[in-house]
């Protein structure tokens, strides 16, 4: 089994600041990449930022800039450190790891179970 937990959301006043965090755990070889989604009411979700297991990252271009994605491949963790928070910003962030259990094992994507991120004065 494997399990994806997030920690960190929760309500800033525009221009703040917040970290989350996602830590991966039980059966894992290695994974690649991991990153975080969002899904704001009434949209889709969206790719925030990626992270690959060699450090090379990807963003959204509303977030370059202001959110910086890291990971620590020891801890299977990866971290979205996010600055100047705007009301867009708004939404459910969810993890995502591309995981493979073993060897013998083909890649399988898991999610988190989500956390709230609001953005309001």
């Known amino acids: 089994q494997v399990q994806l937990v997030e920690s960190g959301g929760g309500l800033v006043q525009p221009g703040g600041s917040l970290r989350l965090s996602c830590v991966a755990s039980g059966s894992i070889f290695a994974i690649n990449p991991m990153g975080w989604y969002r899904q704001a009411p009434g949209k889709q979700r969206e790719l925030v930022a990626s992270?690959?297991?060699?450090?090379?990252?990807n963003y959204v271009d509303s977030v370059k800039g202001r959110f910086t994605i890291s990971r620590d491949n020891a801890k299977n963790t990866v971290y979205l450190q996010m600055i100047s928070l705007k009301p867009e910003d708004t939404a459910v962030y969810y993890c995502?790891?591309?995981?493979?259990?073993?060897?013998?094992?083909?890649?399988?994507?898991?999610w988190g179970q989500g956390t709230q991120v609001t953005v309001s004065s």
């Open positions: 995502y790891a591309n995981i493979r259990r073993g060897p013998a094992y083909a890649w399988y994507g898991y």
């Open positions: 992270i690959t297991s060699g450090a090379s990252t």
